[in-house]
T-cell receptor, first 113, second 117 residues
Framework: DTEVTQTPKHLVMGMTNKKSLKCEQHMGHRAMYWYKQKAKKPPELMFV???????INESVPSRFSPECPNSSLLNLHLHALQPEDSALYLC????????????FGPGTRLTVL | AQSVAQPEDQVNVAEGNPLTVKCTYS??????LFWYVQYPNRGLQFLLKYITGDNLVKGSYGFEAEFNKSQTSFHLKKPSALVSDSALYFC???????????????FGKGTHLIIQP
């Protein structure tokens, strides 16, 4: 299995809702990532997990809360989001080593009303 | 800080002609450079990377890239373009923060490649 899966594909939520994005990989990768991509812009790094521990948080607002329950799963919990948080949220994983490419999932298209 | 620049928002090429998508980099230390492609409403697909060694790197779908240290460039090329190559292309550089392989990627702004039949 050489893919990263993300659910749901699309999500519409109100500003008071709580929702979660899910990412899964079964490639044995030990580093997993969340990126945010606004329309017509490049992806921007949000969080990095290495060996199930949060290693990088790119000053992301606390309304985004990441979680890594095990080495195959990565969640992003969402609460009290703003309309400007609407974007494509991409998950990626890598086997580690700065020279290894990251494998990206198809993304979750989030719309905040 | 590591950064890459893609000077062209859009590149138009006739099918069958060679294509080049430009990327320049600014890094401290050795650059770890990548090219990704993104089709509409999809995630990113890895094309190729430069870590060390030969300056000409071959990748997926017939793409290759030339690393030029003196010009700090890493241009993506393909000898003969296909209409199906039309997509958004991103150059990226590996960040060097946490180390241990858990570094993220910093992307260029992206270049729309349009291949005309």
């Amino acid at each position: 299995d050489t893919e990263v899966t993300q659910t749901p594909k699309h999500l519409v939520m109100g500003m008071t809702n709580k929702k979660s994005l899910k990412c899964e990989q079964h490639m044995g990768h030990r580093a997993m990532y969340w990126y945010k991509q606004k329309a017509k812009k490049p992806p921007e790094l949000m969080f990095v997990y290495s060996y199930e521990k949060l290693s990088i948080n790119e000053s992301v607002p606390s309304r985004f809360s990441p979680e890594c329950p095990n080495s195959s799963l990565l969640n992003l919990h969402l609460h009290a989001l703003q309309p400007e948080d609407s974007a494509l949220y991409l998950c990626a994983s890598t086997s580690g080593g700065s020279y290894n490419e990251q494998f990206f999932g198809p993304g979750t298209r989030l719309t905040v009303l | 800080a590591q950064s890459v620049a893609q000077p062209e928002d859009q590149v138009n090429v006739a099918e069958g002609n060679p294509l080049t998508v430009k990327c320049t980099y600014s890094v401290s230390g050795n650059p770890y450079l990548f090219w990704y492609v993104q089709y509409p409403n999809r995630g990113l697909q890895f094309l190729l990377k430069y870590i060390t060694g030969d300056n000409l790197v071959k990748g997926s779908y017939g793409f290759e890239a030339e690393f030029n240290k003196s010009q700090t460039s890493f241009h993506l090329k393909k000898p003969s373009a296909l209409v199906s190559d039309s997509a958004l292309y991103f150059c990226a550089v590996r960040d060097m923060w946490a180390g241990g392989g858990a570094d993220g990627l910093t992307f260029g702004k992206g270049t729309h490649l349009i291949i005309q039949p």
